[in-house]
């Protein structure tokens, strides 16, 4: 078998054999059309030992480029994942905060816990799942990619660490084919412009080079009453050749701020089915307001500042790296790959909060706020009546007597995110056929976040700039004012380091001409350090919120309103706040062995055995038992959550057919802590599926391909909850899929991706249910000439209303759920023009 000496046993990269470089340099036309047909043909897993080719390896490993991704019409990174076999990636958060998994591995809470996101083959952030620090959060798809891969399976987590899953990389151009774009796209039916942009090529014989970006502004794909969505990103690179390999720069800078979604109020309407709430459509409205968008808060030590709700996900990342990559002696190769990234912003947005009551009727939340009030004496305050203002915009003073919802607004600093990321490995290629690499990892992860004074606030339930309200007794006591029901409900300050060191080794050989082993291990050792202080449910100090020289209700650290939420504002430098120290080391032994046969050159078999772990990190913090006083794990926590997998595969690849069969079965273990609903719990899963990958060009013209993945999952174990045990996992549905036919002329191609699931339960207790349903996108292009061209695409055509996830697990036909949607009917209109 011949030998490919660009293979590194780290970068789960998938490059193809077209003059040494990646595909996806041009954008889709007739002639990269036919081109796309043998892509399978020509794409190297360089991730297994001996760089085994796509149809040789025993892993499952996907693809795609520029041309398919335009196919999908993604509004957001994590659309772009939606393509993917086994892949579960819920984008109804918008531009970021997205929820993703793989092959019925859980998906309790946000982020990506199993399922590492990777830039240029090292990972974005070495956990995907920090609290409000996903790692698509900072991970932006744009030009400068030129395919985006992902290996699924446990194999994944000897090539990487925390991604006992699998790993999704998003690979850049280099400029190895010169050349260029730009172009601008238009949100037709929503409040979006961006443009696009590239260049590369050669600067001498042996030095080339690439730059790419973008830059937008709008409103977003739903109404927020404001631009949300501004910023941009460049990325560029630089390599110079040498007679044994070659040594690559590259820089990112990346400052973006998109509207993010949370739950907020869906009508349950029965059978697995929701809607909008009167006055107010979450897909494609949100509770964000013109209104409201400054607001006066604190910071965790009770200092006043003021924070901007326009800035939502604020995503900032400045990151520069090296890979070097030489044949050091005859059939030994050394790899190395280094970045350092500098990572800060925030995260602010409306949460439609359950207290004091849910979304409706505002005289609910007036009498609940009432009845359990205290003043700052301990007396309880006067309910015989009350009175419900608006506080701001129009007809502000006016009584009102509608609908409310009650804003617990999420509000968190990102001080520091930022990794140094280093991954060494040296291969030697053996005469008898034997290929051995061995490698060290060190990873240095910081995480300072600041929950800083959340705020509650009660406001109109309206899609159209949600108004703050004012609620009083009888007496004339502001239980609410200016929409303010606590000023500084929860505080938390993180400072957090991680550090991962992991040496780790692969042998792979062949057994005879069509037998090929490869087996590998990793040891990871994480050493944790730092502190988190935090106070919770109202103030521990009387602040003068209005300057009247007068302590009032909602002023006063000793009263509370609804016998709960106190006044004045947390400062955690007085009593009241906890302290926990981190102060620990954990390990976990990763291992995979697999084998393929080839029975014939477009035929192969392969079976893989693989347990990974992942290190649970931040969210270790929020759960009871974990931590000693003095940092340490107690003896009954190990630090990480374990996945054992096993997979059989099938696959079978010509010049106008490909598929490729995997059968699958895992047990994870998942310890996890949820902000949202405050429950902990520690689980094992298990799941057994098959998943589907195809491409059938049927003439020269039409070309059918898509996957097709079914699991049957269930919890088997539940340490806090045995009611739960045998039910099905949150969000998993027997069967999701994505269909793309495609039909391509000279001058235009038309087609469709129909992207769909069965019906799943939205909560573990597996009442509520979300219908099955199938999302219609579509997309067009006509190529006025070969450098200019026209695309029209639209996303969820015939405008579903879905739900990815609900608050609540159970709810009456006719109620309120909060629950995130996925986008309504989007439309974009894009020009591109290609130059040399």
Not at 80 to 92: K, M, N, Q
Not at 757 to 778: A, H, I, P, R, W
Request: proline fraction near 3%; aromatic fraction near 10%.
């Amino acid at each position: 078998m011949k030998k490919h000496h660009t293979l590194n046993a780290l970068t789960l990269a998938v490059c193809t054999a077209l003059s040494g470089t990646a595909f996806a340099q041009e954008s889709a036309t007739p002639e990269t059309e036919a081109k796309s047909k043998e892509k399978f043909e020509q794409i190297v897993v360089t991730a297994a030992p001996g760089g085994a080719t796509m149809q040789e390896a025993s892993v499952s490993v996907s693809a795609f480029d520029e041309e398919d991704i335009l196919k999908l019409a993604p509004r957001s990174t994590a659309e772009v994942f939606r393509a993917l076999p086994g892949i579960r990636a819920e984008s109804s958060g918008g531009g970021g905060n997205a929820n993703i998994t793989i092959r019925g591995i859980p998906l309790a809470t946000g982020g990506s816990k199993f399922l590492q996101l990777h830039e240029d083959s090292l990972p974005v952030l070495e956990y995907g799942d920090i609290n409000f620090g996903n790692a698509d959060n900072f991970l932006r798809y744009d030009w400068s990619v030129a395919n985006v891969e992902a290996v699924r399976g446990g194999s994944a987590s000897t090539f990487a660490s925390n991604s006992p899953g699998g790993v999704i990389n998003m690979i850049s151009n280099t400029g190895e084919a010169g050349g260029g774009a730009i172009g601008t796209s238009f949100g037709v039916d929503y409040e979006e412009f961006r443009l696009d942009f590239r260049y590369g090529g050669e600067i001498t014989d042996d030095l080339y080079y690439h730059i790419a970006g973008f830059a937008r502004g709008g409103e977003g794909p739903r109404e927020t009453g404001y631009n949300g969505d501004q910023g941009g990103q460049v990325k560029f690179n630089i390599t110079k050749m040498l007679d044994n390999g070659h040594i690559r720069f590259y820089y990112k800078n990346l400052d973006d701020k998109v509207s993010t979604y949370l739950p907020s109020p869906v009508l349950v309407k029965g059978d697995g089915e929701y809607g909008p709430v009167p006055g107010y459509d979450a897909s494609s409205q949100a509770l964000n307001s013109a209104y409201n968008t400054n607001i006066s808060t604190f910071d965790s030590f009770g200092n006043p500042e003021n924070r901007d709700v326009r800035d939502g996900i604020e995503s900032k990342v400045s990151s520069f790296g090296v890979e070097v990559d030489l044949e050091v002696a005859e059939n030994l190769f050394l790899l190395n790959k280094f970045r350092i990234s500098d990572i800060s912003g925030g995260f602010i947005a409306p949460f439609t909060d359950g207290f004091p009551a849910g979304p409706g009727d505002v005289s609910n939340f007036a009498s609940a706020l009432c009845a359990g009030a205290l003043d700052g004496d301990g007396n309880p305050l006067n309910c015989d009546s009350t009175t419900v203002t608006l506080a701001n915009g129009p007809g502000a003073g006016d009584v009102y007597t509608g609908q409310a919802f009650t804003n617990l607004q999420f509000d968190t600093r990102i001080n520091d995110l930022g990794n140094m990321i280093n991954d060494f490995s040296l291969r030697k290629e053996f005469d008898n056929g034997i290929d051995l690499t061995v490698g060290y990892y060190y990873s240095n992860q910081d995480i300072a976040t600041s929950w800083s004074s959340w705020q509650t606030f009660i406001q109109t339930l309206d899609g159209d700039n949600s108004q703050l309200l004012n609620i009083t007794n009888g007496d004339g006591v502001e239980l609410v004012s200016d929409g303010l029901l606590s000023a500084s409900f929860l505080s938390w300050e993180w400072d957090l380091n991680y550090v991962t060191k992991a040496p780790y080794m692969n042998i792979g050989f062949e057994l005879s001409d069509n037998i090929l082993i490869d087996a590998s291990v990793r040891h990871d050792t994480t050493e944790a350090s730092g502190e988190l202080i935090s106070s919770c449910c109202g103030g521990n100090a009387d602040f003068d919120l209005n300057g009247n020289g007068v302590i009032e209700q909602i002023e006063d650290a000793s009263a509370t309103n609804s016998g709960f939420i106190r006044g004045g504002v947390i400062n955690l430098n007085r009593a009241g706040a906890a302290s926990q120290i981190v102060d620990y080391s954990a390990n976990n032994t990763s291992y995979s062995i697999g084998g393929s046969y080839l029975l014939t050159d477009s035929q192969t078999f392969f079976a893989r055995y693989s347990k990974g772990g992942r290190a649970i990190a931040d969210r270790l913090l929020q759960i009871g038992g974990t931590l000693n006083a003095d940092g340490s794990l107690t003896s009954t926590t190990s630090g990480y959550d374990t996945t054992k997998q096993f997979e059989i595969g099938y696959k079978y690849g010509t010049k106008d057919l490909m598929v490729n069969a995997t059968l699958f079965d895992t047990v994870t273990e998942d310890t996890q802590a949820e902000v949202t609903s405050g429950l902990t719990f520690m689980r094992e899963y298990e799941a057994t599926g098959l998943e589907l990958e195809g491409r059938w060009n049927a003439t020269d013209n039409f070309v059918m391909s898509g996957n097709l993945t079914w699991t049957d999952a269930e919890i088997s174990d539940d340490v806090n909850n045995a009611a739960l045990v045998g039910n099905t996992p949150r969000r998993q549905a027997d069967w999701i899929w994505t269909i793309t036919p495609e039909y391509v002329t000279d001058t235009w191609s038309v087609g469709a991706s129909l992207q769909g699931s069965t019906e799943y339960f939205v909560q573990d207790n597996n009442d509520l249910k979300q219908d099955g349903y199938t999302l219609v996108n579509l997309f067009a292009t006509y190529w006025v000439n070969d450098q200019f061209s026209v695309s029209l695409n639209m996303n969820n055509a015939t405008d579903e209303f879905i739900i990815t996830e609900s608050e609540e697990g159970s709810a009456a036909v006719g109620s309120y759920v909060r629950a995130r949607p996925l986008n309504g009917r989007t439309t974009v209109l894009s020009l591109k023009y290609m130059f040399e």
